[in-house]
C-alpha cells in the first residue's frame, strides 16, 4: 500500500514542486489550498483542510510563514496517531514553538529547504533541520524523503538569525536595487555598458523579483535581520561621507580591513574564477 502524503498550500510554487516530487517517489499525494488552484493531475484534492489531514501518514505544510503556526494548531489535533506534521517556513521561532505544543500522538518536523521552485533535483540541495523533540528521529525521516540533498541541524533562534543574512539581507539590497534599475529608462544602454560583476548581479536581482510579494515581504520582516541590516546602513553612511570628504586613506582601509577578514574564510580569487565561470556559461 502507497504511503501518502498531505501538502496544504499545493498550489503554490513550493506546494507544486513538492507535490511532483513526492508523486515521482511513489508517494500518494493529496492536496489542499484554499488560495490557489491545484492544476497537478496526480494530486488528489481534498474538499477541505480537515479532510485533507485526518487519514495520511504525512502532512506538509507549503503556507505563509505567518498562517503557519495557526494551521499547526488546526490541523494537529486532527491528524492520525504517528504521523508525521513537517512544516518550511523560513522562519523557525514562533512555528517551532507552535510545533512543541501539537499533542504527543503527532510526530513534529521542522525543516527550511534552501532551495525554489526552480530546483531541477534533490540532489547536492541545502535543507536546514531545526529539531523539536526528537533530534535524531526527525532527522531520520527527512533524511529518508530527501535522499541525496544535505542537511544541516541547527536550532530555532540561531537559523533565524543566519537566514536574516542568508535570505533577509540579499533580499533587502537586492529589493532597493531593483527598484533603482526599474527607474533606468535607457536599460538597453545599461546593459550594453554592463561588464562581468553588473551581469551577474542584475540577474540575481531580477529572479529574486520573480517571488511573490508576501513571501519577500516575509523574508525581510525576520526581527533578527535588524541588527546586520542597520550595520550595512551604518557603513554605507559612513563610506559615502569618507568619499564626500575626500578621505580616500580611510576608504582604502575599511576596503583592505574588509578583504582581509573575508579571506580567512574564503578564497577571493576562486570566488572571482567561479564568477566568471558562471558569465560564460550564460552566455554560450
Known sequence: MKKSITIIGAGGKMGQWFAKYFASTGYDVIGYDSESPITDKTVRKADSLVGAVLNTDIVLLCTPTRRTPEIIRLIAKEMKR???????SSQKAKTAAALLKIPTKINPVCIHPMFGPGAKKIKGQNIISVPIKDAKKELALVKSLFEGANFVTIDAIEHDKKIAIILGLTHLVNLALA?????????????????????????????????????????????EIRRPAEEFWKDVGRLLTDIQEAKSEDVSNYIKTVQSNLAKNSNLEDSYKKLNTMINAIEK
Open 82 to 88: 504517528g504521523s508525521y506534521l513537517i512544516e518550511i
Open 179 to 223: 527598484n533603482i534599475l526599474a527607474k533606468d529608462d535607457k536599460v538597453s544602454l545599461t546593459e550594453r555598458m554592463s561588464g562581468t560583476t553588473f551581469k551577474v548581479q542584475k540577474i540575481l536581482c531580477e529572479s529574486i523579483m520573480t517571488e511573490s510579494p508576501e513571501l519577500i515581504e516575509t523574508i525581510i520582516s525576520n526581527p
